[in-house]
């Protein structure tokens, strides 16, 4: 069953229009929200976080947003670039527990 | 070298071969971990070290072995492999494991084909 759930296989947007990334979970212990990007042949490289004792993040264009009621995170980038078309993955963790648990990811692609 | 590397980045085997990958970190940290991404499925935990010592190991089948020497190397023995373990194996670090910003450093994987 899985706790990190990415429903949109992919997502296209052009550029300078905003990106919106959603993930939900089911664990309520999760406390600790992660996005990840992923471009082909490299390794994860961490985007941004949230912790759950806050509704928002934000980093330049991107901002991560948590609904926990919902158990919900999205991740919008604004704008949205060409050089932002990537796999972006979800995960969440909760205090003490070292284990990242990840979606299953978004391809997100942003044409000119 | 900078970040977290691994080698080989492709390999192909046989069921019957035994192979090894390697997986460095030059950041100094104190944890690693192996992943696997099979096709359309989220990253799966196969393995965590925190300071050379194995701390979780997530009913992992006995022909996928780590080793971990020292806190800037880990490697993952392969033995008599099937088919269904061909995947992406990624490795990655972190300053340790507890703690919330112990945000995890991946390497760029190895790309394993069982024949």
């Known amino acids: 069953d899985q706790q990190v759930k990415q429903n949109s296989p992919s997502l296209s947007v052009q550029e300078g229009r905003i990106s919106i990334l959603n993930c939900d979970y089911t664990n309520s212990m999760f406390d600790y929200f992660l996005w990840y990007k992923k471009y082909p042949a490299e390794g994860p490289t961490f985007l941004i976080s949230?912790?759950?004792?806050?509704d928002k993040n934000e980093d330049g264009r991107f901002t991560v947003f948590l609904n926990k009621s919902a158990k919900h995170l999205s991740l919008h980038i604004v704008p949205s670039q060409p050089g932002d078309s990537a796999v972006y993955f979800c995960a969440a963790r909760y205090t003490g527990f070292q284990k990242l648990v990840f979606g299953t990811g978004t391809r997100l692609l942003v044409s000119p | 070298e900078t970040g977290v590397t691994q080698t080989p980045r492709h390999l192909v085997m046989g069921m019957t071969n035994k192979k090894s990958l390697k997986c460095e970190q030059h950041?100094?940290?104190?944890?690693m971990y192996w992943y696997k991404q099979s096709a359309k499925k989220p990253l799966e935990l196969m393995f965590v070290y925190n300071f050379k010592e194995q701390t979780e190991n997530n009913s992992v089948p006995s022909r996928f072995s780590p080793e971990c020497p020292n806190s800037s190397h880990l490697f993952l023995h392969l033995h008599t492999l099937q088919p269904e373990d061909s995947a992406l194996y990624l490795c990655?670090?972190?300053?340790?494991?507890?703690?919330?910003?112990?945000?995890?450093?991946f390497g760029p994987g190895t790309r394993l084909t069982v024949l």
């Open positions: 990655a670090s972190s300053p340790g494991t507890s703690g919330i910003h112990n945000e995890q450093f």
């Open positions: 950041l100094g940290h104190n944890a």
């Open positions: 949230i912790s759950s004792i806050k």
